[in-house]
């Protein structure tokens, strides 16, 4: 047996078994689209994925709070941090108390200390399985420019820049298709629409992804609600119903959507019981803190500036918060035009760069040194080192997904 065949067989197999047992048609579809696109594969199989880039990359360096799952589609606008009426400007009066769209990385679900290429390496290899290149130079000028953001952040960050400027985006940080999802994001009718689908006078709209589970909602009112209003204060439920398992990522785990009344609006938020990374599996041991090693994190990368984004302990899993909100627009990768890769690559550079950061803020991480560190680590060479690994990778999931096919 190969190890492609050897990983399918003892780590992607089984999950893909266990979600058949609870939810045996989104099973059923999660395996047709796997099969039939390599993409669509790379991004399932994240459990057999993070073998692979442990037996290419090893585990040298520095480490960051990393992603876990930094793949193209793991990027995207968000709508989530209300605009401060008392700070809106007097010159525009319709901006006051909107919500801006911003793009950012949009999942931090299995974020986990990991050595500081894993998500540059996870990122580029995505972007050459979506758009089916086949020849490893191309990937070589996407690799300097993913490098070149991610250092230059981190060379702010090594030379005393405050943190805020130093992770700050520019609208020209943006191209063009980032700037036309934005624009097409902040259209009123897009909110209205999101609001229409969810919303139905103070309650939630009952349907076939949302609806009434007495077990998990009797759970949730009398263990989650309690939790959630005493952590927004001035915050009040107003409605809650479940979500159904819809894949591997919540296997065995339970999910809500609530309505919540908060002092500045009405807002739509998701909550989801919180299972270890499965980087935890493989990355055991870490430099850090024991905060750090942790198999579920006991905080998270807040994204977007997102108010209701954390994690709380709850009495089975730890629970994750965020809005739901309008905009989760991301750049059909295998559609863009290839004129405008060299600066998606460094605008992804740039925000992985500033999420971790933010999560080594997390665990007390953040230091000068590490600063200085971690530029140091993203010298000239490492455009081309993560080149040739980022192919290594696209090559083994290449394989993988052939002997997945076969079965």
């Not at 995505?126 to 490098?147: C, E, H, N």
């Not at 984004?309 to 290839?338: F, K, S």
Request: glycine fraction near 6%.
């Amino acid at each position: 047996m190969s190890a492609a065949s050897a990983l399918n067989a003892t780590i992607l197999e089984p999950e893909l078994a266990a979600l058949a047992a609870v939810a045996p048609a989104a099973a059923a579809e999660r395996r047709e689209k796997m099969a039939a696109d390599p993409y669509a594969f790379y991004r399932g199989s994240l459990a057999i994925q993070v073998r692979h880039l442990a037996a290419i990359d090893g585990f040298a360096g520095p480490w960051v709070w990393a992603v876990g799952d930094a793949h193209a589609d793991n990027f995207s606008t968000l709508a989530v941090a209300r605009t401060n009426r008392a700070r809106a400007d007097p010159a525009r009066p319709d901006l006051a108390g909107i919500t801006p769209v911003i793009y950012t990385i949009n999942d931090g679900d299995e974020e986990h200390p990991a050595p500081w290429r894993w998500d540059l390496l996870r990122l580029l290899a995505s972007v050459a399985v979506a758009r089916g290149v086949d020849d490893r130079d191309r990937l070589r000028p996407w690799a300097k420019r993913l490098a070149l953001g991610w250092g230059e952040v981190l060379r702010r960050l090594a030379d005393g820049d405050a943190v805020a400027h130093a992770l700050r985006v520019y609208p020209q940080d943006l191209p063009k298709p980032v700037h036309d999802l934005i624009d097409d994001a902040l259209k009123p009718k897009r909110a209205a629409k999101h609001l229409q689908k969810y919303v139905s006078g103070a309650a939630l709209v009952r349907d076939g992804e949302h609806a009434d589970d007495p077990g998990c909602l009797s759970f949730a009112r009398n263990h989650l609600a309690p939790l959630l209003e005493s952590a927004w204060p001035g915050t009040r439920l107003r409605d809650l119903t479940t979500r159904p398992t819809g894949g591997m990522a919540s296997l065995g785990l339970r999910r809500w959507l609530a309505l919540a009344a908060t002092p500045s609006g009405q807002r739509i938020v998701e909550l989801k019981e919180r299972r270890p990374s499965r980087l935890a599996a493989l990355l055991t041991a870490t430099p850090f803190t024991p905060q750090a090693t942790t198999a579920a994190a006991p905080a998270t990368v807040v994204l977007g500036g997102d108010p209701f984004h954390l994690v709380l302990a709850a009495p089975v899993n730890p629970l994750l918060v965020r809005t739901r909100c309008h905009a989760r627009d991301r750049v059909e990768i295998d559609r863009v035009p290839g004129k405008y890769l060299d600066d998606l690559f460094r605008l992804w550079g740039m925000l992985l760069a500033g999420f971790h950061w933010r999560g080594l803020e997390l665990i007390g991480e953040a230091t000068p040194a590490v600063a200085t560190s971690l530029a140091d680590a993203c010298d000239q060479r490492t455009a081309g080192t993560l080149a040739d690994h980022a192919w290594a990778l696209v090559e083994a999931n290449r394989e993988a997904h052939r002997q997945f096919t076969a079965r």
